[in-house]
């Protein structure tokens, strides 16, 4: 794995919006950014590879354009042109990146594309889903906790980027009682109070353990009774960025995001970060 950031450049709307938040991470930590377009890949046509040459170096031509105007603002910055499937690719390249970010896509009743969630779930890096409306000015790291590794992982990575820019850190966990039949009446207030004070407790341990690794980094805990993705999404605020685990399952679990990471990826506004 190398030290750049590679962001996914497309024709999309939001695709922009991924450039310019890339761009500004890699200024502020000094690291190098990759540039990395996919154009479509051969279907063994006629007149297939006149077409494909051309695309490439279209696409090159445009990328470097842009590279030019990031290299005149300080960020080291180069190019990638590929084809072929686009979220089999950009998984390819996570493969050579410290981070990699994607534009967004919103795709009806305020939810993104599966092609965002295919490329956080299967990216061998962690990915950052930035949203067209994502806030330009936040601040600010919000990380979602629920006790398991892949957890522990998330918070790792946004307490290093939150010290790294000295920024707080909110870590956020949420607990809900056991389901049980709609005529079942009232849960004791004791059960109630019990299930908050329990999540408190090991929300406190995992800030501890932030702050023994972080003495100077600014933590914060918030533990809400209700659903993990509305209590990451109501905590996200106007940070910087949000960060969730993700616990995909089984034998194509590296295909997969969590409930709670799909959730939170399609409806928050600020950038997501997304940590195996």
Partial sequence: MSDSIIVGVTDAEGSQRAVDWAAARARRGGE?????????????????????????????ARLEQQAELLRST?????????????????VEASKDARLLVIGGEKRGQGRRGQHGYRIA???HSPVVVVPLDAPTDGEGVVVGVDGSEVS??????????????????????AW????????????????????????????????????????????????????????IA????????????????GAFARFLLGSVSEEVVSQVTTATAVVR
């Fill in 121 to 123: 779930a299967g990216s």
């Fill in 74 to 90: 300080g960020v080291s910055c180069d190019v990638r042109v590929s084809h072929g499937n686009p979220v089999a690719e950009l």
């Fill in 234 to 249: 109501d905590a996200a605020g106007s940070a910087r960025l949000v960060v969730v685990g993700s616990h995909g399952r």
């Fill in 32 to 60: 190098p950014l990759v540039l990395f377009s996919v154009v479509g890949g051969a279907t063994g046509a006629v007149g297939e590879d006149d077409v494909l040459t051309a695309a490439v170096t279209a696409t090159r």
């Fill in 176 to 231: 809900m009682p056991v389901a049980v039949p709609g005529d079942f009446g009232v849960y004791p207030d004791l059960y109630l109070t019990d299930l908050h004070a329990i999540t408190q407790s090991a929300v406190d341990r995992v800030a501890e353990k932030v702050s023994e690794a972080y003495p100077v980094l600014e933590v914060q805990t918030r533990v809400v009774e209700g659903d993990p993705a509305a209590a």
């Fill in 152 to 173: 522990d992982a998330a918070v790792a990575f946004a307490a290093a980027e939150a010290e790294r820019f000295g920024e707080s850190l909110t870590i956020v966990s």
